[in-house]
Structure formats: C-alpha cells, structure tokens
C-alpha cells in the first residue's frame, strides 16, 4: 500500500484567500483523523471521521475550518477565509476500526505545510 | 482532560552513548501509549503501542516501557541515523472521542558521529 496521501505537499497563499488540502486514507481503514502541527501548540487533533462521518470536531478553531469524507478513499480540509495564523502543517492518518475497546494504530501522511501571507 | 509531558525537550549524545527519553501522562482509563518518530518535513512514524503497565517493547536500538505515570523510550547505542524527534501520545477511555490521541511536545534527539 502506498500509505496516506495527502496533497498538495506545500500551499502557499494570501490572507483572504480559499484552501483546500486533500486526503487519501490507507484502503480498508475506517477512521480518518486530520491533525494540525504547529511550534507553539505541537499536534493537535482537528476532527475526526469514522465509516465516512464525523464523530468528534471539537477541535476545529473555528467556523472557517470545515471538513467533508463523501466516501471512504477521500477527505478534504477546507479553510475560508484563510488566516496567517493558520499557517502550520496538516497531516491526516488513518487506523483500522477500533473493536472491542482494543486500541488502533494511526498512520499518517506526509503532510500539507499551509503559509498563509 | 489529558495530558503528556515530554522530557527532556532536547538531547543531544554522542554516537554508541545510551540515553532515555521520558513521557510522563495524566488520562482518565488509558486505553495505549504510543511512540512515534518525525523526521524534518515528514509525518509522524509509528514505532510502538504499549497498553499496561509492565509491558516492554523492543525494535532495533530502542525499547518502550510502561510504568502507571509514564513512559521511557530506551535508546541503546545510538547512532546518528536516530537522529528525530520523538513523539509520545496516549489514547484515553473516557468521554466521547474514542479514537483521539493527545500528544507531548516531543523530545529533539540529535547523535553526533
């Protein structure tokens, strides 16, 4: 497998401006996480997907950020309008469905580093 | 809410001496402690799950261990290729959002040759 793909691998853009960053989970998986990196704050999750619906977007800063799964290959992560302060890197991952209480491995991708001007 | 608290924030050692990098956590019902490893400009890299306390895991030069507030990551030998930051995340029972990780802010580990 050729792992998570995210796309596209650098963005930059103006303050004001639309941005959309994509996603392809591992085949199979059922869970879908976006997560945000920065130096001040590190990891942080933004939302996640399960079976192609959001489960929990408590991490979401705000209304500008939204995020749609329409089928189980494909995610995006929408900003609008794009701010300087949500310039950062975004990664996605993807885990198996979690059975039982047993805990999943995430994977992640490569990552969408986002500068926004 | 949880919490991770990586030590220390930054290590540098010299190739072939052996260190440990702590992961401290506060979760209410720990269901996994995770270890990852960022190289510059990449994803994070799954390394290992560790679920009670007790358990060890070993891969290569490096071993996880679990204690009931906090985790090491071993480092035995290393060599400059170790070179990453070192990411510690757990995964807790409570509340509503079965599938999220909380992560530390990582620790920098540099190995001169």
């Known amino acids: 497998d050729a792992g998570v793909i995210q796309s596209p691998r650098h963005e930059v853009t103006e303050m004001g401006q639309e941005v959309t960053l994509r996603c392809k989970p591992i085949s199979g998986h059922d869970y879908l996480f976006w997560y945000r990196q920065t130096m001040m704050r590190g990891l942080e999750l933004l939302i996640y997907?399960?079976?192609?619906?959001?489960?929990?977007d408590s991490g979401m800063p705000e209304d500008r950020f939204s995020a749609k799964m329409p089928n189980a290959s494909f995610s995006t992560l929408k900003i609008q309008p794009s701010e300087p302060r949500d310039s950062a890197v975004y990664f996605c991952a993807s885990s198996l469905g979690i059975l039982a209480g047993i805990t999943d491995t995430q994977y992640f991708g490569p990552g969408t580093r986002l500068t926004v001007l | 809410e949880d919490q991770v608290t990586q030590s220390p924030e930054a290590l540098r050692l010299q190739e072939g001496e052996s260190s440990s990098l702590n992961c401290s956590y506060t979760v209410s019902g720990l269901r996994g402690l995770f270890w990852y490893r960022q190289d510059p400009g990449k994803g994070p890299e799954f390394l290992f799950t560790?679920?009670?306390a007790g358990e060890e895991k070993e891969k290569e030069r490096l071993k996880a261990t679990l204690t009931k507030k906090e985790s090491f990551l071993h480092i035995t030998a290393p060599k400059p290729e170790d070179s990453a930051t070192y990411l510690c995340a757990v995964r807790s029972a409570g509340g509503t959002s079965y599938g999220k990780l909380t992560f530390g802010q990582g620790t920098i580990l540099t190995v001169h040759p």
């Open positions: 997907f399960n079976n192609n619906v959001p489960i929990d």
């Open positions: 560790l679920y009670s």
